[in-house]
């Protein structure tokens, strides 16, 4: 089998696929490795009814666009995995399924890499990692605090309301998983217990449009991250809790609570089987409101500015508000079986065993250029713009790799693309 190439690819999601393909087009010999199986983590990390939160128009890969019935509609998980499945089919990717990457180091007197995997040893001129950010689901060290009958669910496992004990559930975490998790139990008739995070959120319409279309209009997807006013800062930040499901809608989670569902503050601790609160319900849901109304206002002043003929909308008014704040439950006095955890994930890069992490062991890159030369990441939440983790942006970020690809081809490889072409 052969064990040499000029590129490996790691991951086989979207943004491997996409590094793929422009390879491909440039006839770049390159191989893709892949844990389990394409777009392994849509199709197991995923609930049954998650779906996407931005549009299906915005589903753009090299080569590949979504080409459905339903361009303003949110593809669910099922069709996800489907356009993925598509993508590669359009263009059969040298992917090599169910090899597991242990090590990836540097051969100094070569300089070239050496990929150490569950089916033997393979090296390269280049490497380009697309793992994403999301590499573990752990559960937090609060959970062993909790009685031994209850339930513990990460949000990566998460699948249904069935799926859990019969019982009130206590969602932990508001991000796009919490509060769509939370949804998706409230709609099946479960109590939920949802402790609010400060996780901003969106409107899903405005002035007659999708939001998303709004700032895509206004090129807020195209500021790169040296360009942001919160810098790289903005990659640790929550995203917006908003969804797709049903044809798309704003998540208010004060709705829910007029609804029956009990809202809590930041859950800050286990005693004794008492839940134990922050104070900060009524804060975090005012920064929610307040980050959403903002957007509304600079969609208000582009309007103005560029003389748009839009729908009118009403003032949002806070439909319910807590009347005071609650810092404490008893368990027993609920009747709450199972936890889902939407806290989160763990990034795990431990067995790249090249210079390019930092303290906490997150990649250092421009762009996704490391400064090992030839070593690449691509797929990272915010790795140069909001949409480079996303269907939207990860191409844009491809051929910008790409360009640093080819500048370190040998010679004769860069000689033989320019004949070819």
Known sequence: ????????????????????????????????????????????????????VTPNWQCNLPGYSYSGNDPYGFMVKDEIVEFLEGYAASFDPPVKEGVEVL??????????????????????????????????????????????????????HYKNPESLPAGDVLVVGTGQSGAQIAEDLHLAGRNVHLCVGKAPRCARLY??????????????????????????????????????????????????????????GVLNDVSDSELVFAPNLKEHLDYADKVSENIKKRIDQYILDNQIEAATEPTYVPVWAPAS???????????????????????????????????????????????????????????????SARFSGVGKDAEYLLESIEKNLPATVSALDSTDA
Request: aromatic share 12%; hydrophobic share 35%; glycine share 8%.
């Open 325 to 387: 704040e609650v810092t404490s439950v008893l368990l027993e006095n609920t009747n709450i079986t199972s936890v889902v955890w939407c806290i989160g994930f763990g990034m795990d890069y431990s067995w790249l065993k090249l210079p390019v992490l930092n303290e906490r062991g997150h990649p250092v890159h421009q762009r996704g250029v490391t400064e090992v030369d030839g070593l690449y990441f691509l797929g990272l939440t915010w790795q140069n713009t909001w949409g």
């Open 207 to 264: 002035r007659g449009k999708d939001v998303v279309e709004w700032l895509d209009m206004m090129k807020y997807y195209d500021i790169p991250v040296d360009k942001h006013p919160e810098g790289e800062n903005v990659r640790d930040k929550t995203n917006h809790y908003v969804t797709g499901r049903d044809g798309g809608r704003e998540i208010d989670l004060r709705k829910f609570a007029l609804e029956g569902m009990k809202l809590y």
């Open 103 to 156: 090590a990836v180091s540097r051969e100094p007197l070569t300089d070239s890499f050496t990929v150490l995997t569950n089916e033997g040893i393979y090296t390269a001129s280049q490497v380009v990692v697309c793992i994403g950010n999301f590499h573990s689901a752990p559960l937090p060290k609060l959970a062993e605090k909790f009685p031994t009958y209850i339930t513990h669910v990460h949000s990566a």
């Open 1 to 52: 089998m052969k064990n040499q190439y000029e590129v490996i690819v790691i991951g086989a999601g979207q943004a491997g696929l996409s590094m793929s393909y422009l390879l491909k087009q440039k006839g770049i010999d390159h191989v893709v490795f892949e844990k389990k199986r394409i777009s392994d983590s849509w199709r197991n990390y995923r609930w049954d009814t998650f779906c996407l």
